[in-house]
């Protein structure tokens, strides 16, 4: 195994999902925002699930997203 091909692949791949989720979250956010479902003072719990199948890895994470 190359360690340094392995840790960039793992870092790329983290880096997708953090820049495409924080993304998808704003844009909720906005859309509920602008058609009045949420105040935006609100706290919404958030769960994301890390799946690797070749590995029988699942984890999962949870945490909140907070407007104010």
Sequence with gaps: MD???FN???RK???MVGVSSQRDIEQ???RALA???IAG???FPATV???VAGLKLNA????EIRLE
Excluded: H, P
């Excluded at 999962?60 to 945490?63: K, L, P, S, V, Y």
């Design 3 to 5: 360690e340094e091909v």
């Design 41 to 43: 003072k609100e706290t």
């Design 35 to 37: 058609d009045g479902s």
């Design 60 to 63: 999962r994470f949870d945490g």
């Design 49 to 51: 699930t890390l799946e």
């Design 8 to 10: 960039l692949s793992i």
């Design 13 to 15: 791949f983290l880096k």
């Design 28 to 30: 909720a956010v906005a």
